[in-house]
């Protein structure tokens, strides 16, 4: 009986043996496929994951030399804003004393050009003090015109050694006589800013009720008063109410006036010492 199972176990075995060496090229080739099969998408998506890799690791060196571009590229836009506000300032303040020389060439009377070194914010529309005094021109005294090629400005106030307070025609004690150029009303100006800020204002008052004045006429010194000569520019009237029960009601009428001068932006101006015209 065992004789017999042994037999049979090897007569199995040849057949397996044979099978195994009769399909043996045709089971590696399904084999071979199979593994095909199956391992090119994964080498494919390898691939693909490689290369995405490498794209990403590419746009990361783009992305860090973009940026290094942008930062120099910023970098130097700051430089150049700079230089063009340089040159724009220098433009600015050479068209500024081009226009002062030749506002002075154009006047016969002396001029003491000065700066303003100091300027107090509590009472801005006030006064301002200047870079001049007696020791700089015995000429320099209280109550002389102070100008800009735009207009007048004010007048001189204390005077000491090195420096002088100017008290600005926005300031109400600082009146100058005035007429307007076109219709020829006479008044007086003096300062009338609002306290709380805002631009500068004059008003002009003591204006007879027959006189009439006009939006946009220019007004000027009259020279009357001794301290301002005649025909100096001050400003623009600005506001002309009509003679009604609310306004003008009295025995003058008033109006305001924008000074032409930029009292905000003060930094060089002439002072006249000389109250007879001479050129100096």
Known sequence: MSRKWVWVGAGLAVVAGGGVIFFAPVTSQRTERV?????SPLARSWSEFKVRVEDFRQSLRRADSLDEENRNLRAENVRLQTEIRQVDYLRTENDRFRE???????????????????????NWWNSVL???????????AQDQPVVTPRGVI????????TTTRVMLISDENCKVSVFTEGSGARGILLG?????????????????????FELGE????????????PNLLVGTVSEAPPLTAEKNSGLYREGQVSPAADLNDLRELFILTGGAPGKK
Do not use: H
């Open 154 to 161: 004010g007048k001189t106030g204390t005077v000491g050694r």
């Open 130 to 140: 200047v870079d001049r005094g007696w020791s700089d021109d015995p000429n320099l």
């Open 35 to 39: 593994t095909i099969e199956t391992i």
């Open 218 to 229: 220019r007004v000027l010194t009259t020279g009357l008063g001794g301290t301002f000569p």
């Open 100 to 122: 002062m020389l030749a506002f002075r060439e154009k006047q016969s009377y002396r001029l003491l050009a000065c700066r303003v070194v100091e300027r107090d914010a509590s």
């Open 192 to 212: 009338d800013t609002p306290l709380n800020g805002g631009s500068p204002i004059c008003k002009l008052t003591f204006v007879t009720r027959e006189s009439k």
